[in-house]
């Protein structure tokens, strides 16, 4: 099993920026992928970053594309989300998510392909 822990959410304006922590315990070793999911008010869970255990060739939904940047230090067994530029609409709970298994690539970009998941971190931004 592996357990993550998000931390560095927060309230800010607009054009401010923040660095998500995610903090991952248990089988590592047995993660392929990370990824970063949000979720609004209303909306469903949506895709906003990945970055594979090789740490090659990370992945970002459009929306956030140019703005936010996922990076991890395998000695502290973390994962970031360095988040520039934020807008309003930036505005959600942030979730971290492990994949512990190899799955199709359809579901890389859902949450479909992640079984494990961190509480989230509120992250709000003022317009």
């Known amino acids: 099993q592996v357990t993550l822990v998000e931390s560095g959410g927060g309230s800010v304006q607009a054009g401010d920026s923040l660095r998500l922590s995610c903090a991952a315990s248990?089988?590592?070793?047995?993660?392929?992928?990370m990824a970063w999911f949000r979720q609004a008010p209303g909306k469903a869970r949506e895709f906003v970053a990945r970055?594979?255990?090789?740490?090659?060739?990370?992945y970002y939904a459009d929306s956030v594309k140019g703005r936010f940047t996922i990076s991890g230090d395998s000695a502290k067994n973390t994962v970031y989300l360095q988040m520039n530029s934020l807008k309003h609409e930036d505005t959600a709970v942030y979730y971290c998510?492990?994949?512990?298994?190899?799955?199709?690539?359809?579901?890389?970009?859902?949450?479909?392909?992640?079984?494990?998941w961190g509480q989230g971190t509120q992250v709000t931004v003022s317009s």
């Open positions: 248990g089988r590592t070793f047995r993660s392929y992928a």
């Open positions: 998510a492990s994949s512990s298994r190899i799955t199709v690539s359809r579901t890389w970009y859902n949450t479909e392909g992640y079984d494990y």
């Open positions: 970055m594979p255990s090789s740490g090659r060739i990370p």
